[in-house]
């Protein structure tokens, strides 16, 4: 009896504090929270510099709370609502500033924040920028402008035929640029995988069209299997990165892989150009 | 009395209680009358509302409990109280098994969730000579957000000149909460800021500030 009692009274003891400060939970932040490199920043106003032909419509992006996108991240917060051009100041010139009690924003984001805008044109930008002060995720800390990266493209550095198969040895070399870890944020490092599609011309750069394949580290060649049962079809090759875990909407530059047995034998890819005289042979 | 001495004193009368009446005017009794919506597609998404009580309260409402049972308890779902400490909300049912009610203060603005829409006649008067304490970080304030309870005739009509009857560099930005989404929207009156919003008597407010100003709203 007693023993029922106590725990009886701790339970109430521990849902009184359940009760007591219950975080705010909306569909956004309650009260508000600010990303920004504009307004609000403590360090003045800094842009993003969008690459040629890009703008808040045809790019992705997308920011999440560092290490759990489940539990809060962009939602229908679409790009042009916190991706806003400057147009005073020029073509291309971006600014972010996204306040993140809207209700379109999923969860409330809190300790960091890992934003990412990829490109069709294999662009991207990269920040984790932390909560400090609190309510406050301030990318002017960077004291930067903000300029894109470009994703790498597969190099392929041998290959083989077996069967329907060619084997290949793929090197991908990280990312260079456009990626920014500000204060206290723990720095942000994308991984890289193969991903692959069959078509007769280049699928373009939706990963959502592709296969996932195995990851890779810059640096260090990878084996990749590309199936050509059908030679009347190629395979393309791209590279995907994986941002805090979070693959990226767009891929890479691709690489053909021709499947055509006839043209596709690496050892006798290299053909001589025809017409060009021959010296040594004497026509 | 003469026809013209009447019409004199009539007049001089008249002139006190006018005189008397603008004096007076900033504390004087005054009813609203505030829709607490319950959830009603395109007009609540949750019912949940925010609720600006006057400086002087109507009598013996002092407490959640006491508002819940002003508005009508079966109506209410719950009152919660910002807390600047952690940016949370504290939440009183009224209910078995609820945690503890919690007093009403002066200036505060309160979340009110109902279950059935109420138009809630609030009582009660202004004090012109209180001052609203709007806390920046630090000093017990997580973020500097304060919950603030719009005073029903402040001068201040719009998010923008609420910030400069506070002082525009002193206040990051206003948030207004919008029931039929229970999101915000931002006005922070600087450059590439969303639109201003006007203001309605009633209603509570999210003022972030980047200095701590003890706050006497004007008014008229």
């Known amino acids: 009896m007693k023993t029922t009692t106590r725990i009886l009274g701790a339970a109430a003891v521990l849902a009184v504090v359940a009760l007591v400060a219950v975080p705010a939970a909306n ?9 920004t490199g504009w307004t609000g920043s403590a ?58 009690g809207a209700a379109e924003v999923f969860g409330c984001p809190a300790g960091s924040i890992t934003l990412t805008i990829d490109t069709n044109s294999g662009h991207n930008l990269t920040i984790q920028v932390p909560e400090n002060p609190p309510a406050l995720f301030d990318l002017g800390a960077a004291q930067t402008d903000f300029n894109f990266g470009v ?3 597969p190099q392929v550095a041998s290959s083989s035929r077996a069967g329907t198969a060619v084997n290949l040895q793929v090197n991908v070399q990280a990312q260079t640029g456009g990626i920014y870890t500000i204060g206290s944020a723990v720095a942000v490092t994308p991984t890289y995988r193969l991903v692959s599609a069959s078509g007769s011309s280049d699928p373009g750069p939706n990963a959502a069209l592709y296969t996932a394949g195995p990851a890779v580290t810059p640096g260090t060649p990878a084996p990749f299997s590309a ?42 890819k290299h053909v001589d150009r025809p017409g060009r005289p021959n010296p040594r042979s004497g026509r | 009395m003469t026809k013209r001495t009447y019409i004199g004193v009539l007049t001089v009368a008249l002139a006190v209680v006018l005189a008397a ?17 319950a959830l009603q597609a395109g007009v609540s998404l949750s019912g949940t509302n925010t609720l600006a009580l006057p400086d002087n309260r109507q009598a013996g409402v002092n407490a959640a409990s006491s508002l819940m049972n002003d508005i009508g308890l079966a109506n209410v779902t719950n009152v919660q109280k910002f807390l600047e400490s952690n940016d949370g909300l504290q939440v009183y049912t009224g209910r078995k098994g609820a945690g503890p009610d919690f007093p009403l203060a002066t200036g505060e603005g309160y979340f009110v969730k109902m279950s ?17 304490p709007l806390n920046a970080l630090g000093g017990g304030s997580n973020s500097g957000t304060n919950f603030f309870s719009y005073p029903y005739h402040s001068t201040a009509t ?42 309605i008597p009633g209603e509570a407010y999210f003022v972030k500030m980047s200095t701590t100003v003890n706050y006497v709203p004007s008014h008229y």
């Open chain 1, 27 to 35: 569909a956004g932040c309650l009260p508000n929270k600010t990303l």
């Open chain 1, 227 to 268: 199936d050509c049962t059908n030679p009347a079809v190629d395979r393309w090759v791209a590279v995907q990165e994986l941002v805090d875990g979070v693959p990226s909407d767009t891929v890479g530059a691709r690489t053909r892989i021709n499947c055509n047995p006839a043209l596709a034998d690496p050892d006798f």
């Open chain 1, 43 to 100: 360090f003045g106003y800094h842009y993003v510099n969008m690459p040629p032909g890009q703008d808040n419509n045809t790019v992705v992006g997308r920011f999440w709370q560092t290490g759990n996108r489940a539990l809060a991240n962009e939602g229908a917060f679409s790009d042009n609502f916190w991706l806003r051009a400057y147009a005073p100041a020029g073509p291309g010139k971006y600014y972010i500033l996204g306040e993140l």
């Open chain 2, 116 to 132: 059935t829409t109420v138009n809630y006649i609030v009582v009660g008067s202004h004090d012109p000579s209180f001052a609203n």
């Open chain 2, 158 to 199: 719009t998010a923008s000149a609420l910030m400069n009857d506070i002082g525009l560099a002193n206040v990051t930005n206003v948030q207004k909460f919008l029931k039929t989404t229970d999101g915000l929207q931002v006005y922070t009156g600087r450059k590439g800021a969303g639109p201003d919003f006007a203001l």
């Open chain 1, 151 to 153: 994703k790498p493209r």
């Open chain 2, 21 to 37: 009446g603008g004096l007076l005017a900033s504390n004087m009794g005054f009813k609203l009358n505030y829709p607490l919506q």
